[in-house]
């Protein structure tokens, strides 16, 4: 590269909009996502297999680490279909303006708010 | 359109119908499965194992379980071709982003067997 005009599209460098971050999160959440997958296969084959392993699971589930593990997975279960949801709304053609982008991102993130707390209080 | 060879439908366009419709079928079997565990105080193993007898259920486990493969796959695929690329990794990202969507097909296709094995073995 010769040419020495300057450029800036170091994203980087640049302030993000709402919609930027609630879009690279429910990126981030779906990837997340992939990998809860394995954690809650793991738990339904052994609540499936015998009474026994019934409880074991149970027991597992009342452990304080494994509370907080299955909160951060509803949690990054709840942002993604919330923001998933809205996908769904934009592709029928409501909120695609900018003004519109705007108030789907905080109410995606006012919901997911509400969500989370509610999460926490059934896990607890 | 985009048509690759790697994309689930190999076209843009299904690939993002599957997406959703795939979308919506984890969404109900969440509101479900919650609903059922919030109406089940003091959950039991009998209660549970019937739950997950009925041949209606199993159907519902396996149609989510499939949504879920699909839907990932589509999902990590999008992830996958946007960072991956020789524009931001140079000429060897083409070959490391087949390396890394073999791996995911093989993460995937585990999900798919283990969790078939999961529902009807009950
Ligand atoms: C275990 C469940 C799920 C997993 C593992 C998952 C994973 C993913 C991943 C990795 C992506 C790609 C993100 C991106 O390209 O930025 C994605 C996209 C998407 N997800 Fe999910 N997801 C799940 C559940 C859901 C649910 C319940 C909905 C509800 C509607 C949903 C709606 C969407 C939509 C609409 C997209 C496409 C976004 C776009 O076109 O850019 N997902 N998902």
Redesign the pocket.
Known sequence: MTDKRPVNLDIGTIKLPITAYV??L??A??????G??AI?LGLLSYSLKSAEDFAAVQACLSSVPMKLLMWAVLAA?IY??L???K??VM?MGIGETLEGGKTGAVLVLVFTVIGVALAGVWVW | MVKTVTSFGRSGLSD?LI??V??????AY?FFIVGWLVTHESLDYSTWQTLHHMTCMKIFNTVTLLS?VA??W???W??LT?YITVRLLGPKATALRLVFEISVIGVLVIYALWGLAIVWGV
């Open positions: 879009s690279i429910h990126r959440s779906g990837v997340a996502l992939i809860a997958i809650l279960f993604h279909l923001a998933g949801i996908h769904l592709d | 993002w997406q959703r795939s979308g919506v079928v984890i969404a969440f879920v839907h990932a589509i999902g990590i999008a992830v946007d």
